[in-house]
T-cell receptor
Framework: ETGVTQTPRHLVMGMTNKKSLKCEQHLGHNAMYWYKQSAKKPLELMFVYNFKEQTENNSVPSRFSPECPNSSHLFLHLHTLQPEDSALYLC?????????????FGPGTRLTVT | DQQVKQNSPSLSVQEGRISILNCDYTNSMFDYFLWYKKYPAEGPTFLISISSIKDKNEDGRFTVFLNKSAKHLSLHIVPSQPGDSAVYFCAASGGSNYQLIWGAGTKLIIKP
């Protein structure tokens, strides 16, 4: 248990659906992250939030829309996804955005787009 | 083009022996390196890190070695235990890369 929870753990959605992934951290951290991990590939950073403000958007398609209402919660809203978006989506948090702060990861949401 | 490469997708080691996981990088500006460990159905967890001002960092059974001239780092686990079976990720940062750049991972299997 890392103090970072993600729901749902598994999600199957059609290309026309709209769904949301939720992440919550109980560590008092100020920074939160969304990563994508496709099979056999490195983790790819998608978004970074620091004190609820988005500080990074790594050229992520607009069909992925993040939301950070407070430092403890992070959402990833999904709409009109493509089959190649099927992947493990990992949320992480850290004390700050300095890379010397350890990132704590949630267990991930396994997303399948049909 | 991957800047951080873990060329062995998997590695099998006998319990009690040394496990050596390798990681190569291409960006000479990287100055901070980390290893994370991931069990199935869990997120990665931080294991050990090393700054480029050092060439070795040790924490219990885990030692990371950094060879800057070869742009290579390795993680040594001695002695290997069944609980060490997991996927190990190498990550790096530095220079204009203000975010972690990750390798694809190596799956370590410890045989009893």
């Amino acid at each position: 248990e890392t103090g970072v929870t993600q729901t749902p753990r598994h999600l199957v959605m059609g290309m026309t659906n709209k769904k949301s992934l939720k992440c919550e951290q109980h560590l008092g951290h100020n920074a939160m992250y969304w990563y994508k991990q496709s099979a056999k590939k490195p983790l790819e950073l998608m978004f970074v939030y620091n004190f609820k403000e988005q500080t990074e958007n790594n050229s992520v398609p607009s069909r992925f829309s993040p939301e950070c209402p407070n430092s403890s919660h992070l959402f990833l809203h999904l709409h009109t996804l493509q089959p190649e978006d099927s992947a493990l989506y990992l949320c992480a948090s850290s004390q700050g955005t300095s890379l010397h702060y350890e990132q704590y990861f949630g267990p991930g949401t396994r997303l399948t787009v049909t | 083009d991957q800047q951080v490469k873990q060329n062995s997708p998997s590695l099998s080691v006998q319990e009690g022996r040394i496990s050596i996981l390798n990681c190569d990088y291409t960006n000479s500006m990287f100055d901070y390196f980390l290893w994370y460990k991931k069990y199935p159905a869990e997120g990665p967890t931080f294991l050990i890190s090393i700054s480029s001002i050092k060439d070795k960092n040790e924490d219990g059974r885990f030692t990371v070695f950094l060879n800057k001239s070869a742009k290579h780092l390795s993680l040594h686990i001695v002695p290997s235990q069944p609980g060490d079976s997991a996927v190990y990720f190498c990550a790096a940062s530095g220079g204009s890369n203000y975010q972690l750049i990750w390798g694809a991972g190596t799956k370590l299997i410890i045989k009893p």
